[in-house]
């Protein structure tokens, strides 16, 4: 179906990218000043192929994952200049910009564009291109750091939430809090979207639940435990029960009813004595709005004394209500300790009163939390059943940037070869296929680049692997499972050969899928055992043939 936009009718079906500041302009100006320098050359429509990938995978790991790629197939699939952006693009080049040039523009698109990839969600390894860009090489520069900036932070986020979700474990919920502390409005958006990608549970991020269907979670703050001064400022104090059979005329007077019971009753784990009758209200209040979500943050004036007491009080005049309370939520203190303590408050009230599950109430954890700090709490020993984490997690505290590049590997069906003194940062040159291997019990054993006319690795035969520059490590592999990594995800304005932007339910349950058949020595926190990207022995010739044929000779007097 025909629709139209401000440059005009157009048949493509894929939205546009989620931030409206993703335009053609969102790019440096070397890339316009190429362009430019590109088509007064004759050259911007020699046909070009550009490898985006990554040198080495984040925070000392030994793996990435991929996100970010449906947000590039928007942004190329509404690649259009309107004329408020070419009239900025005249003003914006130095020197003065021929008119062709800029009529040039008015007509460029990505319907030559051809683009193949890895599939987002899935762990990807240094050197492997995620994303392979074919076209005339002036359109393909112009979306170069576009693509760079919608790749990387996704992916190193993406990554700094699988990390949490492996040391965390299964089991445990983990939540997204990091709006308030995220590098601006598009860092909190973003990392709500690449951290369910990577593992995690809900977000606190309505924006993002309602734009990408993450749920969310939230409970209240500090500050709302501590506005209310005395049970007195509760003026409805009625509540109807679950089934709506009945209702309790004073459920401020049953709270306090429970917490005489809870004072009074020698528990077996101890007796306790006064509680904060401010939080106290605050909570009531809270569960009187909130009937069938009560959690309660009780660290504002002392967990154990007064916070954990308080909330049960609550907990069972809501159970005698026929309402099941969610549980607490810590934010600072000894959380190995606290959690562990408030479990044996819970067990205590099951068994001292008879309230089934109480004991199994759920119990979260906040406040600075980290990768490290989960690691140190799975250690001591803990009881939290889910953890709120924002700050390191979405600022990927422990590493800036993740440093995708954007390198030429062929034009007009040359192949092109970037050399450096650092082996590192010399490219792998040509179109190239890619193939993930695995091994008999399931595990991937290593990634294979081959070029493009190359055949297919088999299952069951035998294929010498290769480091792409150092000539000691090679080894063979006869794989049980051969993968191929890179699918057309567009191919101009055709959608009969693409492949399907996945919904991000979808690419979050693949991650999960694609981590769980990495050995766990390459996904440990610390000194993980390094994962092999090879190439095959006919392309491996070839790159040092070309290194040989592109490098300068010195000459020594």
Request: charged content about 25%; overall charge neutral; glycine content about 6%.
């Amino acid at each position: 179906m025909e629709k139209q936009t401000e440059n005009g009718p157009t048949t493509n079906t894929i939205p546009r990218p989620t931030n409206p500041m993703v335009t053609p302009l969102l790019t440096d100006l070397y890339q316009y000043t190429m362009a430019y320098a590109y088509w007064k050359a004759g050259k911007h429509h020699e046909r070009a192929v550009f490898d985006l990938f990554f040198r080495r995978s984040p925070f000392g790991g030994e793996y990435t994952v991929f996100a970010g790629l449906e947000e590039c197939i928007r942004f190329i699939a509404n690649f259009k200049f309107t004329e408020e952006e070419i009239n900025f693009i005249r003003d914006a080049l130095p020197g003065t910009c021929e008119e062709g040039f800029l009529d040039y523009l008015r007509q460029v698109d990505c319907s030559e564009v051809e683009v193949y990839a890895i599939a987002e969600g899935s762990v990807v390894f240094p050197r492997v291109p995620l994303i392979r860009v074919e076209g005339p090489v002036a359109v393909a520069q112009l979306l170069e750091t576009t693509l760079v900036n919608l790749v990387n932070y996704a992916s190193l986020v993406a990554t700094n939430a699988a990390r949490h979700r492996i040391v965390a474990g299964k089991s445990k919920m983990l939540l997204e809090f990091g709006l308030r502390r995220a590098q601006g409005p598009d860092g909190g958006i973003s990392a709500s979207r690449y951290c369910y990608l990577g593992g995690f549970d809900a977000t606190s991020n309505v924006a993002a639940g309602r734009l990408f269907g993450i749920p969310l979670k939230g409970t209240h703050s500090h500050a709302f435990v501590s506005s209310f001064m005395s049970p007195d400022e509760i003026v409805e104090k009625s509540l109807c029960s679950a089934d709506g059979s009945t209702t309790c005329q004073d459920f401020v007077g049953l709270v306090h009813t429970w917490l005489n019971k809870i004072q009074r009753t020698r528990l077996s784990i101890g007796s306790f004595g006064d509680t904060n009758l401010s939080e106290l209200a605050a909570f009531t209040s809270y569960a009187l709005a909130f009937p069938n979500n009560f959690l309660a943050l009780v660290d504002t004036y002392d967990v154990l004394r007064s916070g954990i007491p308080n909330f049960c009080a609550v907990a069972l005049a809501l159970n005698d209500l026929r309402y099941k309370a969610i549980g607490v939520r810590l934010d600072s203190g000894d959380l190995a300790y606290l959690s562990c303590e408030a479990r044996k408050f819970f067990q205590a009230i099951e068994k001292d009163f008879g309230v089934p599950d109480f004991g199994t109430m759920s119990i979260a954890a906040s406040n600075d939390l980290n990768e490290e700090t989960l690691d140190h709490l799975k250690k001591q020993g803990h009881e939290v059943d889910a953890f709120g984490i924002g700050t390191y997690l979405v600022t990927c505290y422990a590493q800036a940037a993740l440093g995708c590049v954007f390198k030429l590997v062929e034009i007009n069906n040359q192949p092109r070869m970037k050399l450096s003194e650092d082996v590192s940062k010399v490219s792998i040159p040509c179109k190239k296929r890619c193939y993930r291997l695995y091994g008999k019990e399931g595990y991937a054993l290593v990634d294979l680049m081959v070029g493009e006319n190359e055949p297919a690795p088999k299952v069951g035969e035998r294929i010498l692997c290769r480091h792409p520059f150092n000539e000691s490590k090679r080894a063979y592999v006869v794989p049980q499972q051969v993968e191929e990594l890179l699918k057309c995800y567009w191919k101009g304005s055709s959608e009969k050969v693409r492949e399907e932007l996945p919904p991000l339910k979808d690419i979050r349950d693949r991650c999960m899928k694609q981590i769980e058949q990495m050995r766990p020595d390459h996904l440990r926190r610390l000194n993980p055992t390094p994962y092999k990207v090879s190439v095959s022995a006919k392309l491996y010739d070839f790159i040092h043939f070309l290194w040989l044929n592109e490098a300068p000779v010195g000459e020594l007097q």
